[in-house]
């Protein structure tokens, strides 16, 4: 089964601009959650989308968005790009169901802005 | 959430055993706890998901006392590509799509 994955997997952007980053989760997982990790703060939750809704939600600025597609694939956006918004983002996907999760994660997008 | 704490950093030998210990005095009774390992520049990786005593798969083994606010994860005969960052997380194991990374356990295997 192919894993998670993401692209691009590598991205200069310019402060100011936006990106949209793309996850493809695993064949059959039905929920898609993204990570954003710098050296200082660490692996932060974002959001998590479900069956093209998203269920949670972590605490950044509304630049922050998401969507899910109805084949479970996900996109991230961020809008008026910040230097500190420099960072390895992570999407990881699961089945979805209830119980023990075990996600599973791609290999990032190192995003880098100037 | 329950708050963990993980040693900042461990060095060990090839070939030796390591036991990586998260306090988690908080744990609430619905609460897992569950193990990632992360390569530099890769996603997290889950090692082992446990809520009591001893579970064990092929690659680690994890210890929990009956009071939950501590575990171990022990992981025997270290290599080389052991060397990691080692995450213990704390949360509801049902329905639990949001998970909160401390700061993790840098572990680094020594020739």
């Known amino acids: 089964k192919a894993g998670v994955t993401q692209t691009p997997r590598y991205l200069i952007k310019t402060r100011g601009q936006q990106v949209t980053l793309s996850c493809s989760p695993i064949?059959?997982?039905?929920?898609v959650s993204w990570y954003q990790q710098t050296p200082g703060q660490g692996l932060q939750f974002l959001f998590e989308?479900?069956?093209?809704?998203?269920?949670n939600k972590g605490n950044f600025p509304g630049r922050f968005s998401g969507r899910q597609f109805s084949n479970s694939r996900s996109e991230m956006n961020v809008s008026t790009l910040e230097l500190g918004d420099s960072a390895l983002y992570l999407c990881?996907?699961?089945?979805?169901?209830?119980?023990?999760?075990?996600?599973?994660f791609g290999p990032g997008t190192r995003l880098t802005v100037t | 959430l329950a708050k963990t704490t993980q040693p900042i950093s461990m060095d060990s030998y090839e070939g030796q055993e390591v036991n990586i210990t998260c306090s988690h005095n908080?744990?609430?009774?619905?609460?897992?706890i569950t193990w990632y390992q992360q390569f530099p520049s890769q996603g997290p990786r889950f090692i082992i998901q446990?809520?009591?005593t001893k579970v064990t798969n092929e690659v680690a083994s994890l210890f929990i006392p009956a009071d939950r606010k501590s575990s171990t994860l022990s992981l025997p005969r270290v290599s080389l590509s052991d060397t990691a960052v080692y995450y213990c997380?704390?949360?509801?194991?049902?329905?639990?799509?949001?998970?909160?990374f401390g700061k993790g356990t840098k572990l680094s295997v020594i020739p």
């Open positions: 446990g809520y009591k």
């Open positions: 064949s059959g997982h039905r929920s």
């Open positions: 997380l704390v949360g509801p194991g049902a329905g639990s799509y949001q998970l909160t």
């Open positions: 990881a996907s699961s089945p979805g169901g209830t119980g023990n999760v075990e996600q599973y």
């Open positions: 989308y479900f069956s093209e809704t998203q269920r």
């Open positions: 908080n744990i609430a009774t619905n609460d897992y």
